[in-house]
């Protein structure tokens, strides 16, 4: 049962985040930061718990979408990090687009919080 202070992640960022929640794990732990990695896990263990229980929508506690919002943007920030110092036509392109996607991602996530 959501409380007050819970956030509902509508259907259709569902999907979108608890991939994006995976892809910052991911750059994490290539950055040696694995405390930081499991942190990401909270947001994907409660999106998978609702989805396995037959909800489209989800309900985060407020702390929780703050947080993710906060360590997808750090991913980011590595993800460019990387984009600059990488091979210019194999990997920078992929680091950028990760970068995207996670700003875009975090973003949709603080609009929810206001």
């Known amino acids: 049962m959501p409380t007050?202070?819970?956030?509902?992640l509508p259907a259709r960022i569902v999907g979108p985040s608890l991939t994006v929640a995976?892809?910052?794990?991911?750059?994490?732990?290539?950055?040696?930061?694995?405390?930081?990695a499991?942190?990401?896990?909270?947001?994907q263990d409660l999106i998978d718990s609702a989805l396995r229980q037959?909800?489209?929508?989800v309900w985060i506690p407020r702390d929780v979408t703050t947080?993710?919002?906060?360590?997808w943007e750090e991913a980011a920030f590595l993800a460019e990090g990387w984009a600059a110092t990488a091979e210019?036509?194999?990997?920078?392109?992929?680091w950028r687009r990760h970068a995207e996607?996670?700003?875009?991602?975090?973003?949709?996530?603080?609009g929810l919080l206001q």
């Open 54 to 57: 037959g909800s489209p929508e």
């Open 4 to 8: 007050d202070s819970d956030v509902l």
């Open 67 to 71: 947080e993710a919002a906060s360590l």
């Open 101 to 110: 996607r996670l700003r875009v991602r975090a973003e949709s996530l603080r």
């Open 88 to 94: 210019p036509e194999k990997e920078a392109p992929e």
């Open 22 to 36: 995976g892809l910052a794990a991911w750059i994490f732990l290539h950055a040696d930061r694995a405390l930081d």
């Open 38 to 43: 499991e942190r990401c896990s909270v947001l």
